[in-house]
């Protein structure tokens, strides 16, 4: 085999002896040339949509079957859920600045603004908390309505993607403060950053149709 | 052998799949994510803290006619902001766009068949 000029110093060959910390550029080796972890992580949000999305329409469906139990108009407390949503909206900041850092091989920027991410995450799941203990005190619970059921399953598994989020969030904020991913470390975080944004964008749409449409 | 001419049977990069790239929006790439520094990031969460403000209004102002239009609208705005922009779906391989999409206009199309089977908006 006839040698082939390379300059050794190049990413290419970089990647190919496994240098763990090397750039790698969108032209990966794979089949298609782009991140099999990244295609993954896409092709699994998009089956999160007919997840959401049936778990949407059915509370549309039974939003107004409250049985003469306090409905959504009595229930919801507008300022309460609106600062819920500015908070995880901005936890999507923090989360792309936590991308950015990583991607400028910055691992404390980077652990902070995950940190943060974490903490705005757990503000959300607390006021979700709240909100949900304070329904049940009305006297609404899981099996009160098919409304309640509809509901507390929506925001019930929205809140445990939430919190299945911070968990990826805190565990990849102390692997990176103790250096212990080996390998492309920006695409871990974008991963974990992909599905945090997920999490935030079904909130955007369970604010709107679920919050603020009247019942 | 040496690491060098082993690396002579990895196929030529720009041979391979077409990833659908900008080959525009590639030159200011690297690693796949183009550098944008952070006041980028915040000028976007500030025109969606802006939209939620506005959103959060709507259910104390009356808005008439144009309420559900409204509302509806900017909750589209504000899904395909973070999508594009913080996501990266704009400047990133239209194969990940694809796959997102198809899941979520199939999801779109069944749910809103099955509202229109039970007649949710008779």
Known sequence: ?215 | MSAVTEHADVPEPDAGFDTGHDTDAVEEVDEGQPHRPDIYYIKIAVFLAILTALETTTYWVDFGPFFLPALLGMMVVKFFTVVLFFMHLKEDSKIFGMLFYMGLGLAVAIYVVMLLCFQFFA
Not at chain 1, 50 to 67: K, P, V
Not at chain 1, 72 to 87: E, G, H, K, Y
Not at chain 1, 113 to 133: C, D, H, N, P, R
């Open chain 1, 1 to 215: 085999m006839a040698d082939i000029a390379v300059d050794p110093t190049s990413e290419h060959v970089a990647d190919h002896v496994g240098e763990p910390h090397v750039a790698h550029h969108d032209h990966l080796h794979t089949s298609t040339g782009l991140s099999n972890n990244k295609l993954a992580m896409w092709l699994f949000l998009g089956s999160e949509c007919l997840l959401f999305g049936g778990l949407i329409a059915t509370y549309m469906l039974y939003r107004g079957r409250n049985n003469g139990k306090p409905g959504p108009d009595q229930l919801w407390d507008i300022p309460l859920t609106s600062v819920s949503a500015f908070v995880l909206l901005m936890s999507s900041l923090t989360m792309v600045l936590a991308v950015s850092a990583a991607h400028a091989h910055d691992d404390r920027r980077t652990t902070i603004w995950l940190s943060v991410t974490g903490l705005l995450g757990a503000t959300f799941v607390g006021a979700q908390v709240y909100e949900f203990t304070s329904f049940y005190h009305e006297g609404v619970g899981f099996t009160t309505s098919l409304f309640s059921s509809s509901f507390f399953t929506l925001t019930g598994f929205h809140g445990a993607h939430v919190t299945i989020g911070i968990i990826m969030l805190m565990a990849l904020a102390g692997l990176i403060s103790r250096d212990k991913i080996h390998g492309n470390k920006a695409e871990v975080v974008e991963l974990v950053g992909l599905y945090w944004h997920f999490v935030d964008i079904v909130w955007i749409i369970i604010f709107t149709l679920v919050y603020l449409i009247p019942a």
